[in-house]
């Protein structure tokens, strides 16, 4: 990241720090967890929203996630310090229940942000919240795991690649081994190096697209929850 780079950096991370536009959030939080690795890494994971030891340590995926995702790390031969990882929302959700709508809508400004900053080739969207939020549509990660794709995202053209979120595989066997399955195609796709920037030049951006709606949020992330009742039919997530 260049010099004007980190100062833009320090300045959305400042301004997610001052953010007050989700009250539960706010009300919620001990502190804002905006994101931590590498600020020019050619790997970005995006994951749903710090739980509570992420809240008490202002770090993403400090938890039994995380210790996952630092082992799938080390099976591609990488560390944390290699890749840069954030969430779609930077606060703790009360109870750590789902992050609503208005919410995701709030935040997602700083995740493009973040994505403009670094620069990254690869995009992983750990579980359903990220993966729906970022491609725009509704397709679960219980189908599209696996399958990148090229997509514009803060400017730029990046291979998106959606995966089970961590929590999803470590609440079902069958889903860690697809995980690991998948990430075992990072090395190649990074090697592939930065797709042709005119491959998705007037395709619309996550950031300006109206979302339609999602349905069975929870899925791939696993029924790390207790099942609750059945999504409604009404649209959960008007993104923006
Ligand atoms: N920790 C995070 O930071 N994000 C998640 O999505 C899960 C755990």
Redesign the pocket.
């Known amino acids: 990241m260049a010099a004007d780079g980190r100062s833009a950096e320090r300045e959305l991370r400042a301004s997610a720090e001052a953010c007050e536009k989700c009250p539960q959030l706010v009300a919620s939080r001990s502190q804002v967890?905006f994101g931590a690795g590498d600020g020019d890494a050619d790997l970005m994971f995006v994951?749903?929203?710090?739980?509570a030891g992420?809240d008490r340590e202002g770090v993403?995926?400090v938890?039994a996630?995380?210790k996952l995702l630092g082992e799938l790390l080390a099976g591609i031969g990488m560390t944390r310090d290699d890749v840069y990882i954030a969430?779609v929302l930077k606060c703790r959700p009360p109870e750590n229940r789902d992050p609503r709508s208005d919410e995701i809508a709030n935040c997602s400004p700083f995740l493009i942000g973040q994505i403009r900053l670094v620069e990254p080739i690869v995009v992983v969207t750990?579980g359903n919240f990220a993966t729906k939020l970022l491609r725009q549509d509704d397709a679960g990660i219980t189908v599209i795991h696996g399958q990148a794709e090229l997509r514009s995202l803060g400017g730029r053209t990046v291979r998106l690649y959606p995966v089970f979120?961590p929590?999803a595989a470590l609440y079902r066997r069958p889903n860690l081994e697809l995980l690991r399955e998948d990430f075992s195609r990072l090395p190649q796709m990074l090697a592939d190096g930065s797709p042709d920037q005119a491959a998705v030049e007037s395709q619309r951006e996550a950031e300006a697209v109206p979302a339609r709606n999602v349905a069975e949020q929870t899925e791939g992330r696993g029924a790390a929850k207790p099942p609750g009742p059945k999504p409604d039919a009404r649209p959960q997530l008007d993104l923006f």
């Open positions: 967890v994951g749903e929203a710090p739980g992420e993403p995926f938890g996630s995380g969430n750990l979120h929590a």
